[in-house]
């Protein structure tokens, strides 16, 4: 959107919860800016297609978290039977 060749405005009302409304106005007063620049600047940056790529983003990296926990799992089942193993090697060494 250029502003600068927009002079023209027109009001929209959105509905939302008190706590929403305090949860905009937090945001505003933290960015210094009014709340219609907060709403004006998130309606622009915008991009469904860039928020379904985050979702599936999402998707996939809970799915390699949980990966990545069962592997570092199946390691230390891994590394605990090669210390039983090795334990068990240096007792017939012994005897």
Do not use: C, H, W
């Not at 592997?71 to 005897?95: C, F, G, P, Q």
């Amino acid at each position: 959107m250029d502003v600068g060749r927009e002079t023209a405005t027109a009001r929209v009302v959105t509905l939302m919860t008190p706590g929403e409304k305090s949860n905009l106005e937090a945001k505003a007063r933290k960015a210094g800016l009014s709340v219609g620049e907060i709403v004006r600047r998130s309606v622009e940056a915008y991009d469904p297609e860039e928020m379904r790529q985050l979702e599936e983003l999402a998707v996939l990296a809970r799915e390699f978290r949980a990966s990545a926990e069962r592997a570092s799992r199946a390691v230390d089942r891994t590394n605990a039977s090669i210390e039983k193993t090795l334990e068990e090697l240096a007792e017939r060494r012994r005897t």
